[in-house]
């Protein structure tokens, strides 16, 4: 079912949404959270950034730590101007990329 209704228009951000929602109460985050940013991405290309915010932090309540969504929210603040809400995500960025990596500190050895 859920492949039927992306099917129907892969640049429809309600059907999307339909599907974040139907994978969202089937307990599949993961997939929830790709079609939300999904959304939000179609959103964001159409300068519709209220519901694109809307979207990604809903995205980001599903899944805080998800890339995608601290990207896509990262685009978002450039676009309307919010630079200290943009740099603070790209430290929270840096700070799970060392902790995937094991370690907070000596960071070189994850980059190099």
Not at 58 to 83: G, Y
Not at 92 to 102: K, Q, S
């Amino acid at each position: 079912m859920y492949e039927k209704l992306k099917k129907i228009d892969k640049k429809d951000p309600e059907a999307r949404l339909a599907l974040a929602d139907l994978y969202t109460r089937d307990g599949s985050t993961d997939q929830a959270v790709d079609e939300l940013n999904e959304a939000a991405e179609l959103k964001i290309r159409g300068n519709d950034l209220k519901h694109a915010r809307e979207l990604l932090n809903r995205a980001k309540r599903l899944k805080a730590d998800h890339p995608r969504t601290l990207s896509n929210l990262i685009d978002l603040f450039k676009r309307e101007d919010e630079k200290k809400e943009a740099l603070s995500l790209i430290d929270d960025i840096f700070l799970i990329n060392l902790i995937i990596c094991g370690q907070a500190y000596p960071y070189r050895d994850c980059i190099g």
